[in-house]
């Protein structure tokens, strides 16, 4: 199929599966840890998961599926056509306050994003991109990023970065957070990218982030001028947990140089 016909098939899938989301708020979550007691995945999480792969194998049978809750494919290398799919990112806040999550979706061509979507299904904002025609949120089209500088920026950071941690050194993290305009915190990877990329965030830093949760929203925030990239400066991992900053390209390096001390 070809791209943009793609593009309009996956749209109306996605809103599809944030109706399916939407409609089970009225019955009882089933809720289970994962890797441990604070790593939640739900009954939805799953369903979800398997709703779209069970369309991706219907309706393209030669492509592979990269899911969070490991319905789909095992990827081990990025050749041919890969959907690299989180079906609730922000599960926590899924549970625990019904808002500040998305559907992450990213479709690679041999490693090359080509299409991104986050859909923060509460509030109906839908994020998407096709690999170099811009971003939109719904219908608008968001801006190439403006020229910034650190003390005028907004940081997304979860606070378990700025205490003693074995990834980063920790009062590292404490200089940034003093050194910035301010930091947010959302619990959701997707959405703080989308953030990134409108403009809202100028950076969004995370220790361990796996493809699903950066794969949709990288296409997105490159399409007006974010850098995405590890810890090491080195192209954002689609293959397995990664160290993960996106940001303005004003502040990544600084950021990345000045502030960033891997253990
Ligand atoms: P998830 O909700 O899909 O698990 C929370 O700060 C963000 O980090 C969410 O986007 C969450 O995605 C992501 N994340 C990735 N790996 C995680 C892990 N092992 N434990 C908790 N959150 C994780
Ligand atoms: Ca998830």
């Known amino acids: 199929m070809e791209l943009h016909a793609m593009d309009l098939y996956i749209k109306s899938l996605i809103k599809e599966a944030g109706h399916l989301i939407r409609n089970s708020f009225v ?66 806040n899924f549970v625990h306050q019904k808002s500040n999550f998305a559907i992450s979706l990213g479709v690679y061509e041999d490693g090359v994003g080509k299409l991104g979507y986050i859909y923060d299904v509460v509030n109906d904002n839908f994020y998407h991109a096709v690999h170099g025609e811009g971003a939109y949120c719904n219908d608008e089209r968001l801006m190439p990023l403006e020229e910034t500088s650190l003390d005028k920026s907004i940081v997304g950071i979860n606070a378990t970065w700025v205490t003693p941690n074995k990834y980063i050194r920790h009062e590292d993290s404490i200089r940034l957070i003093q050194d910035v305009r301010g930091t947010r915190s959302y619990g959701s990877a997707a959405l703080e990218l989308a953030f990134v990329a409108s403009g809202r965030l100028d950076a969004y830093v995370s220790m361990r982030l796996s493809p699903w949760d950066i794969a949709g929203g990288m296409v997105i925030a490159r399409e007006v001028g974010a850098v995405a990239t590890n810890f090491k400066g080195e192209p954002a991992n689609l293959l397995g947990q990664d160290s993960f900053i996106a940001a303005n390209p004003s502040v990544h390096s600084q950021i990345l140089n000045g502030y960033i001390n891997l253990k």
């Open 27 to 92: 019955t009882e979550l089933v809720v289970e840890a994962k890797s441990n007691v604070n790593d939640l995945v739900t009954n939805m999480d799953k369903e979800i998961e398997k709703f779209f792969i069970s369309r991706i194998r219907r309706d393209f049978p030669g492509h592979r599926v990269f899911g969070e809750e490991g319905f789909g494919d095992v990827i081990e290398d990025l050749a041919g056509t890969i959907w690299m799919l989180d079906p609730i990112d922000g599960t926590m």
